[in-house]
């Protein structure tokens, strides 16, 4: 009995400091919410400035290749055309697998967050009633029913509350935060059918429901998609 009740009284300050650093946590992230807001705007403008920089790149690089055939023979340009191109082809795939890695490891750690809060909350929960339990001369069993139960209640009040957090925020999320972002395809998209895709925001993620800017494709579950345009009921992606 005294290793249950070290068990409760371990979970139960566990899990009450989790709780209080994470409420600390949001409160701060709320008061500092358009302070950030406006940083992230500022570092978007500079992203811009970048993609634009690299058109331009792109623009001399192929006024260069068009001189230089001109000046040289037909078959030698047109080699020189095909490495250029072949190294465009090998820059994207680059790209787009570096993109997609990114992605997929932003979506595991959110997964392990999620996971780590059930945890948190459930201890909490669990640490508490089986401590009073204790406390009020309860047997090993009776303390065990109480604790877990209770632990189960505030875990799924947890997560009713979270998304409640997550629809909010859904609501408070700014059509320019998510154009032409990449997501992922939490519900395949059929052909001319409307789908459901997940956009990654910050540390917390976005659900929106989407289709394909060509009704003659189709994106399965797990593809990454970018959206490209945005309208009051779903969004276009491609």
């Not at 068009?66 to 490495?83: N, V």
């Not at 009020?136 to 009040?157: A, E, H, N, P, Y």
């Not at 429901?209 to 959206?227: H, W």
Request: charged fraction near 20%; aromatic fraction near 8%.
């Amino acid at each position: 009995m005294d290793f249950l009740y070290t068990v409760y009284v371990a979970s139960a300050i566990f899990g009450f400091g989790i709780v209080l650093i994470d409420l600390i946590s949001a409160v701060s992230g709320a008061t500092d919410g358009d302070d950030g807001h406006g940083d992230g705007d500022a570092d978007a403008g500079q992203g811009d400035d970048g993609h634009f920089d690299g058109d331009d790149g792109g623009d001399i690089d192929g006024d260069s290749d068009g001189d230089f055939a001109g000046d040289h023979s037909g078959d030698h340009g047109g080699d020189d055309g095909g490495h250029h191109h072949s190294g465009e082809s090998h820059a994207a795939h680059d790209g787009s697998y570096m993109t997609q890695t990114k992605r997929s490891s932003g979506n595991i750690v959110l997964r392990i967050i999620a996971a780590l809060r059930t945890f948190v909350y459930f201890s909490f929960g669990f640490g508490a009633m089986g401590w009073f339990a204790v406390y009020m001369g309860k047997g090993i069993v009776v303390s065990l029913i109480w604790s877990v139960s209770v632990g189960l209640i505030i875990t799924v009040l947890a997560k009713v509350l979270r998304k409640l957090q997550r629809n909010e925020l859904d609501s408070q999320v700014k059509n320019e935060e998510i154009l032409m972002a990449t997501a992922e395809v939490t519900v395949s998209i059929n052909k001319g059918q409307m789908g459901k895709i997940r956009i990654i925001v910050g540390s917390s993620y976005v659900d929106r429901y989407a289709k394909a800017t060509n009704p003659a494709l189709e994106y399965p579950k797990g593809s990454e998609v970018r959206v490209v345009d945005i309208t009051s009921e779903y969004v276009l992606v491609e």
